[in-house]
């Protein structure tokens, strides 16, 4: 099981951190991505690490804005956002892939077909 946590309501050029913990298993086994989806569009990912944490890869838009790593001894990964952007709002969610690394062609990045998936948390940015 994963557990997000971590959102909240936050102004335009704002930080939050969310994160992302297993319990039952794990996440040194696996690959960690988060994904996001705003009101009325399709869930989209937003950056992953691999099961490594020596690569990572993110979406253009969050690029040098948002930074994820992991603490496989705290069984948690994270998601540093700063500047934060109303275009940013969405809820997000974490998953678990157990793939080695995820590229943007794999079924979990590309059609959100990821092994394990966390609840979601809501990420507000005002203007």
């Known amino acids: 099981q994963l557990q997000a946590s971590g959102g909240g309501l936050v102004q335009a050029g704002g930080s939050l951190r969310l994160s992302c913990t297993a319990s039952?298993?794990?996440?040194?086994?696996?690959?960690m991505a988060w994904f996001r989806q705003a009101p009325g569009k399709e869930r989209y990912f937003v950056a992953t690490i691999s099961r490594s944490g020596s690569t990572t890869f993110y979406t253009d838009s969050v690029k040098g804005r948002f930074t994820i790593s992991r603490d496989n001894a705290r069984n948690t990964a994270y998601l540093q956002m700063n500047g934060l952007q109303p275009e940013d709002t969405a809820v997000y969610y974490c998953?678990?892939?157990?793939?080695?690394?995820?590229?943007?062609?794999?079924?979990?990045?590309?059609?959100?077909?990821?092994?394990?998936w966390g609840q979601g948390t809501q990420v507000t940015v005002s203007s």
């Open positions: 998953a678990a892939d157990t793939s080695p690394y995820l590229s943007i062609s794999s079924k979990c990045l590309r059609y959100s077909i990821c092994d394990y």
């Open positions: 039952g298993r794990t996440i040194s086994s696996y690959s």
